[in-house]
């Protein structure tokens, strides 16, 4: 097998596609440097962003209102400033794992401990509600999930978060916290449901969502956060005292993409179709490694354990199967930083050219 340094590296292992700038938000980003200045906006963001999103969700039945909403600097921004909003120094966060590898430290960063509850391949990583109510404890301050899943790709329908919402409205001091980034990469029949469209008499709900994955956003570091108008205000009330409103011209970009969403999507969701359909024929064929299709985002997230090393420890010998990937010129995320030793995470959402190669280099290992 030659080594790495004869190839290029083709990576698998970015978060984010390569997309291209929808067109509708190129032409409100130019119209917008045409009129010069820039509007300046409150620390919470633009009002017609903030009601366009209230609109979105409105469409699917959610009674959100804009003051609900915070325009946060990112996804990963707007999960900090809720998780340090809400989490007390000693706060449990209960998180349904594998998941993305970036909770853990954001949620030390803000104080507070991370308790994973493990869902299981076997059962196409079935959320059970009695595992929920027996995992929540005295400490336990909120309940964290992807929909779509980020590694697995599983999408939860409405059945299933009403079975899982009706173990946490038995708990009033918990949140719920969904994280719906991926929401608009799905690829079964049924839209994903967002947490928000579900009634919530005691106000635990929380979401947070962005427009670098679903809305091809990227580099333009612009999220947002959903929560009850209380916490929205002291969530804004802390980006105020330590930041400031995202730049004006990521958020009209936002608006445009939020005006433009189901055209934006549907293209996404064509120009993915065939990368997809090749990353999982490969997996397809490796028995066993891809029981269930993944529904949601442009992950596969293959069982390798099959290929690991017996003589090695779990976790040493994901590693090493990610470095004998690395070295035919494949990057990968080890499935071992989320919980999943022997699984990788892997993106189709690259060129398709690249893609093509990086599976003839794979299988030249997974054999
Ligand atoms: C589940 C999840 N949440 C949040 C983020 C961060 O998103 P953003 O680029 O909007 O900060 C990512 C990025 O990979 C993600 O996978």
Known sequence: MPASSDLNLISLASGYGSFSLPEPVAQQVQRALTRLPLPTSPA???PELRQALAHRYQAQAATVVPGDIVVTPGTKAALFLL?????RPGDEVLLLSPNWFGFAELIRQAGATLRELPLHPADNYQISPDAVQAAIGPRTRLLLFTN?????GRVYTRPELAALLAVTQQHPQLLVLADEIYDGIRFGPEPVPTLLSFPDPLGQHLVVNGFSKSLALLGWNIGYLVAPSAVAQACTARQFATGGAVAAL???AALAATEATTDITQEL???LLTNRQLLLDFLATLPGALPALPLGTYYAFPD??????PALAPEQASADLVARLHAAGVAVVDGATCGAPGFVRLSYAVPEAELREAIRRMAQVLR
């Open 304 to 309: 390798l354990r099959a290929f690991l090393d």
């Open 44 to 46: 919470e963001g633009l």
């Open 83 to 87: 998780l340090a909003t809400v989490l």
């Open 250 to 252: 990521s958020q009209l």
């Open 148 to 152: 779509p899943n980020n590694p697995t």
């Open 269 to 271: 969701h064509t120009g």
